[in-house]
């Protein structure tokens, strides 16, 4: 398993269109159906670091499962604790899509990177958010089929189905012409379970650093 992390954006997970047909989830528009998010992935992994490739920024992880996973990331991934080959980690990857209506006059959505470092009972803690974002315009509607046609801030074109009577009465909303911002945040957060600092237990933590 590989996963691609130029600016922390996971490469292996679907892209917005597809995302937006994972809508087909559990998604919970607002009471005035102008706004809808959904969980599209929330794993948890107990690995073993390999290797670290400082140059390359790539980090070489070992489940006990024997399976391997590759993280690469970028230069705005920093202010992290620094991982060792040996070092016993607990990770998390948690993925979100949502999408709502676009302010009249609002200028284009920008994508930015977070990251945070602090202590979890003593033991190392870092903190990678990517907060991927694109505006679309929709193309066309069908409501007997549930699907929407739509072009991105790039000119590409998507074509989504949505499954899901949730995503099928926020689909009613729309109308030709409207404008939608999406935002794809993907995280990921580690604890080094092999390190202890117990002097940090309690110590506030480090302020974000945002990209």
């Given at each position: 398993?590989?996963?691609?992390?130029?600016?922390?954006?996971?490469?292996?997970?679907?892209?917005?269109?597809t995302g937006l047909c994972a809508f087909a989830g559990a998604v919970q528009p607002s009471a005035a159906q102008a706004q809808a998010s959904v969980l599209l992935k929330h794993q948890h992994a107990s690995a073993v670091v390999e290797t670290v490739d400082r140059?390359?920024?790539?980090?070489?992880?070992?489940?006990?499962?024997?399976?391997?996973?590759?993280?690469?990331?970028?230069?705005?991934?920093?202010?992290?604790?620094?991982?060792?080959?040996?070092?016993?980690?607990?990770?998390?990857?948690?993925?979100?899509?949502?999408?709502?209506?676009?302010?009249?006059?609002?200028?284009?959505?920008?994508?930015?990177?977070?990251?945070?470092?602090?202590?979890?009972?003593?033991?190392?803690?870092?903190?990678?958010?990517?907060?991927?974002?694109?505006?679309?315009?929709?193309?066309?509607?069908?409501?007997?089929?549930?699907?929407?046609?739509?072009?991105?801030?790039?000119?590409?074109?998507?074509?989504?189905?949505?499954?899901?009577?949730?995503?099928?009465?926020?689909?009613?909303?729309?109308?030709?012409?409207?404008?939608?911002?999406?935002?794809?945040?993907?995280?990921?957060?580690?604890?080094?379970?092999?390190?202890?600092?117990?002097?940090?237990?309690?110590?506030?933590?480090?302020?974000?650093?945002?990209?």
């Open positions: 398993m590989r996963i691609h992390a130029p600016r922390f954006s996971f490469r292996a997970l679907a892209l917005v269109a140059e390359a920024r790539e980090v070489l992880l070992r489940e006990g499962n024997g399976h391997l996973i590759t993280i690469e990331y970028g230069t705005g991934v920093s202010d992290l604790p620094h991982l060792h080959s040996g070092d016993r980690l607990e990770i998390s990857f948690v993925e979100t899509l949502g999408a709502q209506m676009a302010p009249p006059g609002s200028p284009m959505p920008e994508s930015t990177l977070t990251t945070a470092r602090g202590f979890a009972l003593g033991h190392p803690r870092g903190v990678i958010a990517a907060f991927n974002r694109e505006r679309a315009t929709i193309q066309s509607i069908n409501l007997k089929t549930h699907s929407v046609a739509f072009v991105t801030d790039d000119g590409a074109l998507h074509v989504a189905a949505l499954r899901t009577k949730a995503m099928q009465d926020f689909l009613a909303t729309l109308k030709v012409g409207d404008v939608v911002d999406m935002t794809r945040m993907e995280a990921i957060s580690y604890v080094i379970t092999n390190v202890t600092q117990p002097s940090a237990v309690g110590a506030p933590q480090a302020p974000a650093s945002t990209h």
